[in-house]
């Protein structure tokens, strides 16, 4: 059965991927419509929820039908010489003899997050499961210059929700620098210090899919009261709203009533609440009310911490001119190089190669190269001027000759579609701009491209030399 699915996976995801996240995979057992499969960490079986589990349920229907059920086997030892017990996470009374953990995954209705908290309520008694995610705390929250303001502004949120001036506390940032790990923390601990609190994460993708669902069903009404009665709402991704009037409007009326009665809101986005595009300007000046915390690229120091805090979670050993090496490496964000490092975990355990630095190059290699690479602004500057055949200092010049300025929007009009730089920042780059000027090239460029043939080659050829 489960070389099946893997012939079934592996002509449906990338090779590198399949190598990374399928072949260290050991098929178990099968009782009935139960697969075991044997991960080697944790962190590897997280990494598989997180990323694969479209096309394993996919896979796994198809060989066991529709009740199919998954069970993942981590493996507790490594191969770097001992065996450590886990400290934390796992009950007690599985330490010491018993190798490895299960996780029994049914595979309908399966992670906390996606159970819908939506109960129409009969009046009083609603229940709301919180959808918190307990193992995104604090305390593994590392802390660096990176994401200190945002931390402890968080922190300060936990300790009084509602009663500080972080109403909303919005934390930005880009992808994989801890949004959502952070949302759920400031969750956890008001639960932990206010049981009797009521605390309701929910994504703003999953809120919006409510929201238009009670409009069909003609209980708008019942999912305004429903978000009403909580005491802490935390809604991830706002930027997801873009667009999406209905939403938005519903979303302002339940952020006043929680405002007023003392209620905490948290928020997390892509983008700052300036950069915000498509977002009524009255729920922006909301956002802003409170606290905008941003949360940065950790540096090399906290790469480092992040590292040694995940392998000790994972009861993992390995040397620190390895963990520096990766840490060094991999820089654009905490989920790659939490990739990195389970991938780098999961190919010396099960070819029981050793962790040497050579394993460690060829995998951060591999794992750069797989990524997509965010180009940076400077980048695009040299790649348009050059194939304008001017330099950089021409292209940010405040000349207004028409070739020059085409060039000149063109970067910045790639700026914005290859880098996730705000407006005002890529106006900054390049040649002191403001966020007008980015946004009025990016319009321009997208007028040309649709009326004129030789611009719209210019385009092309360029989005070819920019995609890596
Ligand atoms: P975002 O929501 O911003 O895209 P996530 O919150 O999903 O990012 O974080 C990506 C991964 O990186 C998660 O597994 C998270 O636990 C981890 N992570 C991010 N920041 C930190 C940090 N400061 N310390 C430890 N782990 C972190
Ligand atoms: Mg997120």
């Known amino acids: 059965v489960w070389s099946d ?11 590198q991927a399949y190598k990374t996240w399928f072949e260290p995979i050991k098929a178990v057992k099968l009782t009935d419509n139960a697969l075991s499969i044997q991960v080697p960490s944790k962190f590897f079986y997280e990494w598989l929820e997180e990323h694969y589990v479209k ?21 507790m030892e490594n191969t770097y010489g001992n065996k450590q017990p886990f400290t934390e996470k796992i009950p007690s009374s599985n330490r010491g003899n018993v190798k490895a953990q299960e996780v029994d995954v049914p595979l309908k209705n399966k992670s906390p997050e996606l159970k819908n908290p939506f109960v129409i309520p009969g009046i009083r008694n609603v229940k709301i499961e919180s959808q918190l995610n307990p193992s995104y705390n604090f305390e593994n929250f590392l802390e660096g210059d990176a994401n200190r303001l945002a931390r402890s502004a968080g922190l300060a949120v936990a300790n009084k929700p509602g009663g500080t001036s972080f109403n909303p506390l919005l934390i930005f940032g880009g992808v994989g620098l801890g949004k959502t790990h952070l949302a759920h923390a400031i969750g956890v601990e008001i639960k932990d210090k ?9 994504s703003a993708e999953k809120f919006t899919q409510q929201y238009i669902e009670s409009v069909k069903k003609n209980n708008r009404n019942d999912f305004i009261h429903f978000y009403q009665i909580v005491d802490v709402l935390i809604i991830d991704d706002v930027q997801f709203l873009s667009g999406k ?47 905008s915390a941003e949360l940065q690229k950790p540096d090399f120091e906290t790469r480092v911490s992040i590292l040694r805090n995940m392998l000790y ?10 963990v520096d090496y990766v840490a060094k490496n991999i820089k654009t964000n905490v989920r790659e190089l939490e990739g990195a490092i389970i991938s780098l975990i999961a190919q010396s355990s099960f070819n029981k190669k050793e962790v040497t630095l050579d394993l460690a190059k060829q995998i951060v290699e591999k794992f750069v190269k797989n990524t997509k690479r965010e180009v940076s602004i400077d980048y695009i500057q040299k790649v348009v001027s050059d194939y304008f055949q001017m330099d950089v200092a021409t292209l940010q010049s405040k000349t207004r000759k028409r070739h020059i300025v085409q060039a000149r929007q063109l970067a910045m009009f790639f700026a914005k579609k290859f880098t996730k730089a705000s407006l005002a920042s890529i106006g900054s780059q390049i040649g002191k701009r403001d966020h007008a000027t980015v946004l009025h090239a990016c319009k321009t460029v997208d007028n040309l491209t649709a009326t004129d043939k030789q611009f719209r080659k210019y385009v092309e050829d360029l989005s070819k030399k920019l995609s890596l």
């Open 55 to 75: 096309v394993l349920k996919v896979a796994l229907t198809k060989e066991l039908g529709e009740n199919a059920r998954l069970v993942y086997i981590i493996k």
């Open 194 to 202: 206010y049981p009797e609190k009521t605390v309701l994460y929910i």
């Open 245 to 291: 009037t209905g939403t938005q409007d519903v979303f302002f009326h339940i952020f006043n009533h929680l405002h007023q009665n003392g209620k905490q809101v948290i928020l997390t986005s892509d983008k700052a609440p300036v950069d915000m595009q498509d977002i009524e300007q009255r729920l922006l000046s909301r956002f802003k009310w409170g606290l």
């Open 313 to 322: 979670r994972d009861g993992v050993e390995m040397p620190d001119d390895i």
């Open 5 to 15: 699915c893997l012939s079934f996976i592996q002509d449906n995801i990338q090779p």
